[in-house]
């Protein structure tokens, strides 16, 4: 089929970053909004745009029916889904199909399989990638979660089986822990994603989070190296960086091919990333998930490897295969991202929708900003704190993070609290600079107190 009019069902910096790939290609945009997000700067730039109910997310941009009608009635070709709301819903990509609209991604199977986090270990173990050793299936009682880790080993890791975003997980050292966390992690993961299905793997002791872009056209899949993401708080990622400097050559190509043997063994469709536990000590990776739309930190990779990954999801949802073979991508220096929120990072991360006053954005070689600003907008209250992602390429990963600390200090948004002094003083410090961190690195960094000795020149 040809795409002619795509539909954007979502909002913010990845809606921009949708009409901008489809305007590229020669195709209409639609851009569908919440009576929150009028003034948009997505509504603003799309060739046309279409309201699908109130502001909060539940009566718009959640709502199945909502946007499978106005996709109907604007006459769109296809959907594009972002990332977040719908982007990873079966039900979503099932009515569309119905409604005899294209999705820009995997069919719903896939998205079923992979999205439900034990389908797609066991569908990793079948294709022969290495897992976390943990339970073989859902956890259905609180007595079998305690002999499942008995054989695993303690600590575990109590995990909800759908969903993500680090909801629904709980750490227990011993049994005792477990009996009481278990409970929690169900409630919560039912709370969250409508299923309290939870599983157990054994926790990884300061882990690395790598993870592997693929791209696929339900026959063909091939891989776009990979990104480290191992800077979290709350288990949510605030900075990101292609490639991994943790990884020796041999390790990155077994971790990539992992993930294209996966990828191939469940015949994917579109732009998907694998995300997989690397243990330094024992260099040893393991797959924990699969996240069946593009990812918040995708311009990460399209720096180091020159593909527009947006461009390639459409021209595969319009039945093409895949423009470019493995051979075809080729890595080119090293490149970060930071996730700037309209937060304060110095009040404990507390939100901040204020209304943007004149704003300066750096610019330059290998200097990238996707945002949705502009001077005079009002960030709703309604949705995330995403205001835009910074993004450095350069030849090093030393000259990646000196680019990075000159963009930030040209970076200007008057009127808001942004976490842009979390990311200088990140920039600043000797073990981000030497990448000696993991995933429990950023939290204790912060409760040392070392962003407001960074802020106010040592004192506390």
Not at 328 to 344: L, M, P, Q, W
Request: proline share 5%; charged share 25%.
């Amino acid at each position: 089929m040809t795409i002619s009019r795509l539909f954007i069902a979502n909002r913010g910096e990845i809606a921009v970053r949708i009409i901008r790939a489809a305007r590229e290609l020669g195709i209409h945009t639609i851009q569908a909004y919440s009576e929150g997000d009028a003034d948009m700067l997505a509504v603003k730039l799309a060739d046309e745009a279409i309201c699908i109910g109130p502001a909060p997310s539940k009566d718009s941009y959640l709502d199945i029916a909502k946007v499978v009608a106005a996709a109907q009635q604007t006459k769109a070709d296809a959907v594009h889904p972002g990332y977040g709301f719908l982007s990873e819903s079966p039900a979503f990509a099932r009515a569309l199909a119905e409604a005899g609209i294209a999705y820009v991604g995997p069919s719903a199977e896939t998205i079923e399989r992979m999205g439900d986090k034990v389908a797609a270990r066991q569908a990793a173990e079948a294709a022969g990638v290495p897992v976390v050793p943990g339970s073989k299936g859902r956890i259905g009682t609180v007595d079998e979660a305690a002999e499942v880790a008995k054989t695993v080993g303690y600590p575990v890791m109590i995990k909800a089986a759908a969903g993500g975003g680090g909801r629904g997980i709980r750490i227990a050292a011993d049994e005792a822990e477990l009996r009481k966390l278990a409970p929690q992690a169900q409630a919560e993961a039912q709370a969250a994603f409508g299923d309290g299905g939870l599983y157990l793997e054994r926790a990884v002791q300061s882990p690395r989070h790598i993870e592997v872009q693929i791209l696929g056209d339900g026959e063909t899949a091939i891989h776009c190296y990979e990104r480290e993401c191992s800077l979290q708080r709350r288990r949510q990622k605030v900075w990101e960086e292609a490639g991994a400097a943790c990884l020796d050559n041999e390790t990155r190509e077994a971790l990539c091919a992992s993930a294209v043997a996966l990828a191939q063994a469940v015949n994917y469709r579109g732009a998907g990333t694998l995300e997989y536990l690397y243990d330094s000590a024992r260099n040893e990776f393991y797959f924990i998930e699969m996240n069946t739309r593009i990812q918040v930190e995708h311009p990460v990779t399209e720096m180091i490897t020159g593909v527009d990954l947006v461009q390639e999801m459409i021209k595969v949802c319009g039945g093409e295969k895949l423009s470019l073979t493995q051979a075809d991508i080729t890595r080119t220096g090293h490149a970060i991202e930071v996730r700037i929120n309209a937060e304060d990072p110095l009040m404990q991360f507390m939100p901040w929708p204020g209304k943007v006053g004149a704003m300066t954005l750096p610019e330059g070689e290998g200097v990238r900003f996707d945002h949705f600003l502009y001077e005079g907008y009002q960030i709703p209250p309604f949705y995330d704190s995403l205001l835009g992602k910074l993004i450095v390429q350069a030849p090093t990963r030393t000259e990646a993070i000196a680019k990075l600390a000159a963009a930030l200090e040209e970076l200007s948004l008057e009127g808001l609290k942004t976490t842009a002094p979390l990311h200088k003083a990140l920039a600043a410090d000797p073990g981000v600079q030497a990448g000696d961190f993991h995933t429990q690195w950023l939290e204790p960094w912060l409760e040392a107190g070392n962003l407001t000795k960074a802020t106010t020149g040592g004192a506390s």
